[in-house]
């Protein structure tokens, strides 16, 4: 009983791997189909696209309905992160006052595989009467949506993963690679950078990844800092109360020439350490970082033995950066 489940379940895992290798395999064909387009009858389409968007002086307005629709929600979303303004109206609600979301300034992306989506009509009736460019995004140019459109991007036939051929599946993968193909083009035509890309990311993993040295560090008073004449008794006081577990060395010019941390204490220590000075004890030309250095950078220095370093601006410190810093903001 036990031998006859084991072949029945590892009978389904095989079946279960030789079908999403047969879905991706599908998959990989539609874009494919899509890649080969691009050199080819569908590359004038998608630049006079990419020019009528970076010409619109509104915003994307991204439209339809089932599937098509839910693509059409991640091609709004991945615009609006990478710098063009776009939002996602439903094609059912649009003729129930969304329509009012719209002005002629605007350029309108109409998705629908068949091009012969009814809902679409309100919206379609829309953009003639007030003269509101239309971007389709079909498989058929010839369909009702390509013949409203001023642009057709009409993508090719492909065979749907789903083996019944109903399910839409390779269809939508291509629609979503078609929507990031304009969203980096876009981006890349207008010189979107890390510090833009930053300012729509705040939150999170990836706002994290996207700080500055001098977005984390502490400055100011909380700087642990002594000269180079400083008794270790004082140094020792400084370094307990500002709670780093180093302390660092500085020259009469302000300069940061050495550093002192819990281990060198560990490894001097002696019996008469604290008659010592600060020069005698430090650790000099100490690994340090530039404000503009990347958190992840910085992570990656205090990932070893190193657990907090001075930030420097021409040699003078201007905060300190401890590697529980970084993992509080969430960089990994």
């Not at 010839?142 to 090719?156: M, T």
Request: aromatic content about 4%.
């Amino acid at each position: 009983m036990g031998e006859a489940a084991h072949s029945m379940t590892a009978g389904n895992s095989n079946d279960a791997i030789a079908s999403a290798l047969r879905t991706l395999e599908l998959e990989s064909a539609g874009l494919a189909a899509l890649q080969s387009a691009l050199t080819g009858d569908l590359a004038e389409p998608f630049v006079a696209a990419v020019d009528r968007i970076r010409a619109a002086t509104g915003r994307v307005i991204v439209t339809g309905i089932g599937k098509s629709g839910h693509v059409g929600q991640k091609i709004a979303a991945t615009l609006a992160s990478t710098g063009t303004p776009a939002f996602f109206v439903h094609a059912s609600e649009a003729s129930h006052g969304d329509l009012g979301m719209i002005i002629p300034e605007d350029v309108v992306i109409a998705l629908s595989w068949s091009g012969e989506t009814v809902e679409l009509t309100g919206i379609l009736n829309y953009t003639r009467r007030f003269s509101v460019p239309v971007i389709a995004l079909t498989s058929k140019d010839e369909s009702a949506l390509g013949k409203a459109a001023d642009i057709v991007l009409a993508l090719p036939r492909a065979t749907e993963a789903c083996p019944l051929g109903l399910a839409p599946t390779t269809s939508t993968v291509m629609q979503l690679a078609i929507g990031d193909c304009l969203a980096i083009a876009l981006l890349e035509s207008q010189a979107f950078s890390k510090q833009d890309f930053k300012v729509f990311h705040p939150g999170g993993q990836l706002g994290a990844s996207l700080k500055y040295v001098s977005d984390i560090m502490h400055a100011g008073d909380a700087l642990p800092l002594a000269h180079l004449d400083t008794p270790m008794t004082d140094a020792l006081v400084t370094m307990t109360t500002k709670s780093f577990g180093c302390i660092g060395i500085v020259d009469g010019a302000g300069d940061l020439i050495g550093i002192i941390t819990d281990g060198d204490l560990r490894r001097k220590m002696t019996d008469n350490l604290l008659e010592k000075s600060v020069a005698d004890v430090m650790t000099a030309d100490p690994k340090t970082l530039a404000p503009d250095m990347m958190a992840p950078a910085a992570l990656e220095m205090l990932s070893g033995k190193i657990t907090a370093a001075f930030v420097v601006e021409r040699k003078t410190p201007v905060g300190i950066v401890h590697l529980h810093d970084l993992l509080r903001a969430g960089v990994a």
